[in-house]
Nanobody, 122 residues
Framework: QVQLAESGGGLVQAGGSLRLSCATS??????LGWFRQAPGKEREFVAT????????YYADSVKGRFTISRDNAKNTLYLQMNSLIPDDTAVYYC?????????????????WGQGTQVTVSS
């Protein structure tokens, strides 16, 4: 069964860490990405990873703090988030793309999860 399902969101204090997971059954041959949407804002790109997991790309706002990874044997995508700040508060979505190269463009991702809420308190 093909599905994308996020988990691991929650409430954390600024400076803390969270690890998001996304079940990615059926998507081992896809580029995978994380996006987020803060209240009152448009959804934005966070990070993306290629099929093998050997290549990644990050938004400037999270570079050095977040790490995207995938375990194709476990059909799982991860987002390790460290040094969280209140501006990281958002609903986080995982998504899958059939593109051949890494992309940060939302319209190049065809399949999306339902999202998981991350709230960072100051």
């Amino acid at each position: 069964q093909v599905q994308l399902a996020e988990s691991g969101g929650g409430l954390v204090q600024a400076g803390g860490s969270l690890r998001l997971s996304c079940a990615t059954s059926g998507y081992s041959g896809y580029i995978l990405g994380w996006f987020r949407q803060a209240p009152g804002k448009e959804r934005e790109f966070v990070a993306t990873i290629n099929r093998s997991g050997g290549s990644t790309y990050y938004a400037d706002s999270v570079k050095g703090r977040f790490t995207i990874s995938r375990d194709n044997a476990k059909n799982t995508l991860y987002l390790q988030m460290n040094s969280l700040i209140p501006d990281d508060t958002a609903v986080y979505y995982c998504a899958a793309s059939r593109k051949a190269v890494l992309t940060s463009l939302q319209n190049e991702y065809s399949d999306w999860g339902q999202g998981t809420q991350v709230t960072v308190s100051s």
